[in-house]
């Protein structure tokens, strides 16, 4: 079946917006996680939900950062008052079940001006 | 804070020679390894999990692992141009929501 799926590809704000990144897992997959990844490192770890719940939010930087699974699908994450420094590629995986193999969506490119 | 440490490289090799990629973490309780395949702007993909003791090979690739010393490491045989890229070692720590902890990555460059 299709793989992970991520809108927008790319994304370009300014200081001080919102932004919403959208996350489509594969299907039946119960658990989703988001990543962010900067240049030149790996990936780190933001939120994993498992079914509609936040199972750990504790890798989100702040309180601007939040992340909602309303039917246990797709994922939104919302960036409030964006800063220069959110800049970075975000990923989101899923996987089912919670544990098993993680597999990443191609990443929304964020960029805050 | 646990984590998971890689040289950064980069690692060149010549084609039709043998890679190996090294990974050390810190949390004694991990329980899943993980080695993914990044190329330049594009997304992790899954190249090798290994969760036991020993070796695990598929194809061209073989995972080894040592709980005892802390140790995950990748063997690439006859590298290829093509497995250029760079390489990222992850865990899932015992008794964890699951997360992936990456190491920073190894590029690996394999000239023709």
């Known amino acids: ?16 917006k ?23 490192q790996g990936p780190e770890f933001l939120i994993y939900f ?31 008052r964006t800063e220069r420094g959110d800049s970075a590629v975000y990923l989101c995986a899923s996987s089912n079940p919670p544990g098993d193999t993680q597999y990443f969506g191609p990443g929304t490119r964020l960029t805050v001006l | 804070q646990k984590e998971v440490e890689q040289n ?11 890679a190996s990629l090294n990974c050390t973490y810190s949390d004694r309780v991990s329980q899943s390894f993980f080695w993914y395949r990044q190329y330049s702007g594009k997304s992790p993909e899954l190249i090798m999990s290994i969760y036991s003791n020993g070796d695990k090979e598929d194809g061209r690739f073989t995972a080894q692992l040592n ?14 141009p ?3 890229a760079t390489y990222l070692c992850a865990v899932i ?7 992936l902890t990456f190491g920073k990555g190894t590029l690996l460059t394999v000239n023709p």
Do not use: M
């Open chain 2, 93 to 99: 720590s015992g008794g964890s929501n699951y997360k």
């Open chain 2, 8 to 18: 950064s490289g980069p690692l060149s090799v010549p084609e039709g020679a043998i």
């Open chain 2, 82 to 84: 093509s497995d250029s």
């Open chain 1, 18 to 40: 919102y932004v919403e990144l959208r996350c489509d897992p594969i299907s039946g997959h119960t658990a989703l996680y988001w990543y962010r990844q900067s240049l030149g």
């Open chain 1, 1 to 16: 079946g299709a793989g992970v799926s991520q809108t927008p590809s790319n994304k370009v704000t300014e200081k001080g």
């Open chain 2, 67 to 80: 709980k005892a010393s802390q140790y995950v490491s990748l063997l690439i045989r006859d590298s290829q």
């Open chain 1, 50 to 80: 498992q079914g509609t719940g936040a199972a750990d939010d504790s890798g989100l930087p702040n309180d601007r950062f939040f992340a909602v699974r309303p039917e246990g699908s797709v994922s939104t994450l919302k960036i409030q």
